[in-house]
Each structure stands twice: as structure tokens, then as C-alpha cells.
């Protein structure tokens, strides 16, 4: 397996503009994460879904951010409008869940998002 | 409030030496705690995860603790080789819900020749 995929892995935008983040979890995880990674704040869980529904969403900052997951091999996280406050380093996560509980995110390479 | 506090903030050691990093957690209710490691610019890899009832758990030259009781975990590494450098999560899993994890900001260790 691939791991998790991830694109674009760099991403440089003009405040305004709309980012649009894309992942591909590991064939047969059930559940997707998405984060967010800065120096201030360390890593962040932002969204998560489970069998391609959003469960928890508290993380996200604000009404700017929005993820869907139209499939199990796909979930993108779309910033509209984007802010240079929003500059980080995103990253998408996948796991199957055991009975025990004692699943392992395996996480992608994330993407760079520079706004400026 | 849930919190994870990890020390030191950052470490340098010498090829070859032994380093211990401490994470404490104030969780609560407790499911299980992981430790990760994450290379420049890459994403967190999973070391080890520990349930409430694990003491101690290794993989390679990774050993880490749990004292459930006074809530403290620890990271040792062992003959620490250059491939080591990199920044060490400690990530606490709260039972509310089903993927409610709680992160530290991590140490990053630097394993000079």
C-alpha cells in the first residue's frame, strides 16, 4: 500500500483565494482525520469522519473551513476565504478501528499551506 | 481541562548516548496513550501505544512507561543513533467519543555526532 496520499504537498495562495486540500486514506481504514500542524499550537485534529461521515468537526477554527468525504478513498478540506493566519501544515490521517480500541493513525506527508 | 505537558522542549546528546523524554497528562477519562515520531517535514509515525493497564512497552531501542496512577509516561532511547533527530508526540486518547486525542508539543531531540 501506498500509504495516505496527499496533494498538493506545497500549496502558496493570495489571502482571499480558495485552498482546496486533498487526501487519499489507506485502502480499508475506516475512519479519516484531518489536522492541523504550527510552531504556536503543535498538531491540531481539525475534522474526523467514520465510514465516510463527519463525526466531529469541533476542531474546525471557523465557517472559512469545510471537509467532505464523498467516498472512502477520498476527503477533501477546503479553506474559503483564505487567511495568512491559516498558514500551517496540514495533514490527513487514516486508521481501522479494532475492537480493543488500539488503532494506529497512519498519517500522510502532509501539505505545506503558505497564505500570503 | 484535558492537557498533555511534554519536557524538555528540546534536547541535544551525543551519538551513541541514552535520553529519557517525559510527558504528563491530565486526560481524563483515560483510554491509551501513544507515543510518535515525526521527521522534518514529514507526518507523525506511531513508536508505541499503551492501554490503561500497560506499565511498559518496547520497539527497538524505544521503551516507553505509563504510570496511570500519577498519570506520567516516558520515551527512553536507547545507544541513540543520528536517524533519532526528530520531534517526539506524546498523544493521550480520551474516552469521549471514539478518536478524541489530546497531543503535546512535543520534544524535538537532536543527535549530534
Known amino acids: 500500500d501506498a500509504g495516505v496520499i496527499q496533494s498538493p504537498r506545497h500549496e502558496v495562495t493570495e489571502m482571499g483565494q480558495e485552498v482546496t486540500l486533498r487526501c487519499k486514506p489507506i485502502s480499508g481504514h475506516d475512519y479519516l482525520f484531518w489536522y492541523r500542524q504550527t510552531m504556536m499550537r503543535g498538531l491540531e485534529l481539525l475534522i474526523y469522519f467514520n465510514n465516510n461521515v463527519p463525526i466531529d468537526d469541533s476542531g474546525m477554527p471557523e465557517d472559512r473551513f469545510s471537509a467532505k468525504m464523498p467516498n472512502a478513498s477520498f476527503s477533501t478540506l477546503k479553506i474559503q476565504p483564505s487567511e495568512p493566519r491559516d498558514s500551517a501544515v496540514y495533514f490527513c490521517?487514516?486508521?481501522?478501528?479494532?475492537?480493543?480500541?488500539?488503532?494506529?493513525?497512519?498519517f500522510g506527508p502532509g501539505t505545506r499551506l503558505t497564505v500570503l | 481541562k484535558n492537557q498533555v505537558e511534554q519536557s524538555p522542549q528540546s534536547l541535544i546528546i551525543l551519538e551513541g548516548k541514552n535520553c529519557t523524554l517525559q510527558?504528563?497528562?491530565?486526560?481524563?477519562?483515560?483510554?491509551?496513550l501513544r507515543w510518535y515520531k515525526q521527521d522534518t517535514g514529514r507526518g507523525p509515525v506511531s513508536l508505541t501505544i499503551?492501554?490503561?493497564?500497560?506499565n511498559t512497552k518496547s520497539n527497538g531501542r524505544y521503551t516507553a512507561t505509563l504510570d496511570a496512577d500519577t498519570k506520567q509516561s516516558s520515551l527512553h532511547i536507547t545507544a541513540s543513533q543520528l536517524s533519532d533527530s526528530a520531534s517526539y508526540i506524546c498523544v493521550v486518547s480520551a474516552r469521549q467519543g471514539a478518536q478524541k486525542l489530546v497531543f503535546g508539543q512535543g520534544t524535538r531531540l537532536t543527535i549530534n555526532p
Open positions: 490521517a487514516s486508521t481501522f478501528r479494532t475492537s480493543g480500541g488500539e488503532d494506529t493513525q497512519y
Open positions: 510527558c504528563n497528562y491530565t486526560v481524563s477519562p483515560f483510554s491509551n
Open positions: 499503551m492501554t490503561f493497564s500497560e
